[in-house]
């Protein structure tokens, strides 16, 4: 089995250092969408360095990588196919607002190895630490077709109950043509997102828009419309990536207020709201 999964919990956690800048964040928020329109006082806070918050999804991709997904396939125990992966669910703890530059220790490991019966689902967890003390934990999901069926441990439900009554804002938000090409130069060059024929041997007509691109841009939408444009008040952050965005489609992003959390469903508005995510929450003060 490519996946030995006493081996991936038992290694070593991997440290490494990691650093960012304004124009790290900025690139971030234009390849989420953020900008339009250009002078729009609410997105100048994404994108102009004079009123720079940082949306706390960008800590997916701090330091120019993809912390969750790539790197977890080259930890100890871990040999599959990068064609048959797929990221599953990402999870996000925000323990402070994030700077808008900065350096950090990041330290990564497998944190759970779980058997779905026809697939594998890594979870791959990263923490990150500045001088100040501890700013987020990343956890991805990272889903191998073909590598379950062992008779591990099924792992525990992501799965929330369902949302009841009407949504209390929905939005729409358009996918650039590309989107994924832009996005990708924030780290993650998988070329499942920009080689088409690529994208055919991993099953998909065409390439895919990344996921946590998805996961930014729904964050997005909720702080600027249910929390006032204030990413400080971002806790936390978990979704189930339930299906594809092609590049080019339009986003239909649900949301539901909670107490403590606003609960969002995201669907692909061209394919009759095929989901997209689900058991989708943001947790906040």
């Known amino acids: 089995m490519p996946i030995d999964a006493a081996k991936a919990l038992a290694a070593e956690p991997r440290s490494g250092e990691i650093a960012w800048s304004v124009k790290d964040v900025q690139l971030y928020h234009l390849g989420i969408g953020a900008g339009i329109p250009a002078t729009d ?8 360095e004079s009123r720079l918050h940082v949306l706390p999804s960008f800590a997916t991709v701090a330091g120019a990588g993809s912390p969750g ?10 040999e599959v196919d990068l064609a048959r992966v797929l990221h599953g669910g990402q999870s996000l703890e925000i323990h402070r607002p994030l700077p808008v530059e900065g350096t950090a220790t990041a330290t990564s490991r497998i944190a759970g190895v779980y058997d779905k019966g026809k697939a594998a689902v890594l979870v791959m967890r990263t923490e990150v630490a500045d001088a100040e003390g501890p700013l987020w934990t990343n956890d991805a999901q990272i889903f191998v077709r073909g590598e379950g069926g062992w008779g591990g441990d099924r792992g525990p439900s992501a799965r929330l109950e369902p949302t009841t009554g009407e949504p209390d804002k929905v939005v729409e938000r358009p996918i650039r043509e590309d989107q994924a090409l832009l996005y990708r130069l924030s780290g993650d060059r998988n070329p499942l997102h920009a080689d088409p024929e690529f994208a055919k041997v991993a099953g998909f007509e065409r390439p895919i828009l990344h996921g946590l691109c998805t996961y930014g841009i729904t964050l997005k939408a909720v702080v ?9 008040r971002v806790r936390g952050y978990a979704t189930r990536f339930a299906g594809v965005v092609y590049p080019g489609e339009t986003l239909r992003i649900r949301m539901w207020r909670g107490d403590g959390g ?3 469903a995201v669907s692909a508005v061209e394919r009759d709201d095929a989901p997209v995510l689900a058991d989708t929450i943001v947790q906040h003060s």
Do not use: Q
Request: net charge negative; glycine share 14%.
């Open 41 to 48: 006082p609410d997105e100048l806070r994404y994108t102009l």
């Open 69 to 78: 997904v790539i790197s977890g396939l080259s930890m100890p125990g871990v």
């Open 224 to 232: 600027d419309t249910l929390l006032g444009g204030d990413v400080s």
């Open 262 to 264: 606003i609960r969002v």
